[in-house]
């Protein structure tokens, strides 16, 4: 099945055989020959070739040259087409028992294809460059790109589109993701197409032997666990430090905390991985849209990381060395903090339904998440 025109699903190539009938007239029945040949193929493929005579003095004899190599003494013959790219005759004479021949001919074309081109394309952007080169370059011939799912079917539309297909050099727009399988929790990230060109050489139909294999990925990062993350939004945190003064006491320094200084809460904003080119950055970017609305909006997370609980637990300490006062203020800072984070982690399944909620109704209905 193809669509329009880049897709195609590889088969055995069916030649156009070239046809060519030769006549010697006489007594008998005029003789004739015919040859039946492709008029190309791949290197390290076989050709089949074939000659059929009628009419004459019958008893007939063979005799193939290919590449002015003698070859079989049959009706049909067999090529394996060697690793030297050429334009060869093939010929075969066809002598009936009075001594009368004819020897058809054809020009047969010995073709290499070499395809090369990227491994992996990020979702979203152009592809860098394919390219195909075809030997004997002296040879007429019309080029076509053309692309497959190694997989078979897939979800979410899958398709190439190719910049110039029909150059010997060309990219893809913008790659498309799909899913395989065809399933919006479970498809991967990644995707694979094959690419192939389509050399058409005097009639007949030729691909290089390997599709390349061409990965499509959506972009996105992973979390401790190697598990997919496809956006963030950072928790906040306490950042800054409080004002810091010092007194004598009995000829002592001691040094205190004397007020809120420039303790904040430091809110940060969202990473998004997809490409913003891409069908999933607009999805994955109003998830993390929602989660910064709730940590910075919403009850109990604006609550956290806030630098008026931090000067409370501070507000009390005293040194007679002011290292050992900024050290016991940054503890208390860095025990806030993590406190504030465990209650966000353990918070989890009350803030991530709602900002599901909003990328699950998003398109593409992939790459998405029901666990809370």
């Given at each position: 099945m193809y669509r329009h025109h880049h897709y195609f699903i590889p088969t055995c190539v069916l030649f156009l055989f070239a046809l060519q009938s030769y006549i010697v007239q006489g007594n008998n029945e005029p003789f004739t020959v015919t040859l039946y040949a492709p008029l190309a193929g791949l290197l390290g493929t076989t050709a089949q070739f074939s000659?059929?005579?009628?009419?004459?003095?019958?008893?007939?004899?063979?005799?193939?040259?290919?590449?002015?190599?003698?070859?079989?003494?049959?009706?049909?013959?067999?090529?394996?087409?060697?690793?030297?790219?050429?334009?060869?005759t093939v010929k075969c004479k066809v002598t009936d028992k009075n001594g009368s021949s004819l020897t058809p001919q054809i020009k047969f074309w010995q073709v290499k294809i070499t395809l090369d081109g990227p491994d992996k394309t990020t979702e979203g952007l152009d592809s860098s460059e394919f390219s195909i080169e075809v030997e004997p370059t002296s040879m007429s011939k019309s080029l076509e790109w053309q692309w497959r799912l190694p997989q078979g079917g897939g979800g979410n539309n899958p398709d190439v589109e190719f910049e110039d297909e029909n150059n010997e050099a060309t990219t893809v727009e913008n790659a498309h993701w799909y899913a395989q399988p065809d399933n919006r929790l479970t498809a991967p990230v990644e995707c694979f197409y094959g690419?192939?060109?389509?050399?058409?050489?005097?009639?007949?139909?030729?691909?290089?032997?390997?599709?390349?294999?061409?990965?499509?990925?959506?972009?996105?990062?992973?979390?401790?666990?190697?598990?997919?993350?496809?956006?963030?939004?950072?928790?906040?945190?306490?950042t800054g430090e409080p004002a810091i003064s010092y007194r004598d006491e009995g000829g002592l320094t001691i040094y205190y905390v004397s007020g809120i200084g420039t303790l904040t809460r430091m809110n940060f904003g969202c990473a998004v991985y997809p490409e913003s080119t891409g069908q999933f950055h607009e999805k994955f970017q109003k998830h993390e849209q929602k989660h910064y609305h709730q940590f910075t909006e919403e009850s109990p997370w604006k609550d956290k990381y806030a630098p008026l609980v931090l000067y409370n637990r501070v507000k009390d300490l005293t040194s007679t060395s002011l290292p050992v006062l900024t050290s016991s203020i940054g503890y208390e800072m860095n025990t806030y903090n993590e406190e504030c984070r465990l209650f966000m982690v353990s918070t989890a399944f009350l803030y991530e339904p709602p900002a599901y909620a909003i990328s699950n109704a998003e398109q593409p209905d992939y790459l998405e998440n029901d666990s809370y």
């Open positions: 000659v059929s005579p009628s009419g004459g003095a019958g008893g007939y004899t063979y005799q193939w040259t290919i590449a002015d190599v003698d070859q079989g003494i049959t009706a049909n013959q067999s090529y394996l087409v060697p690793n030297t790219p050429a334009e060869v690419i192939n060109c389509k050399v058409t050489v005097s009639g007949e139909e030729l691909y290089a032997p390997n599709d390349k294999n061409w990965e499509v990925e959506v972009g996105h990062d992973h979390d401790i666990n190697n598990n997919v993350v496809l956006g963030k939004t950072l928790f906040p945190k306490v």
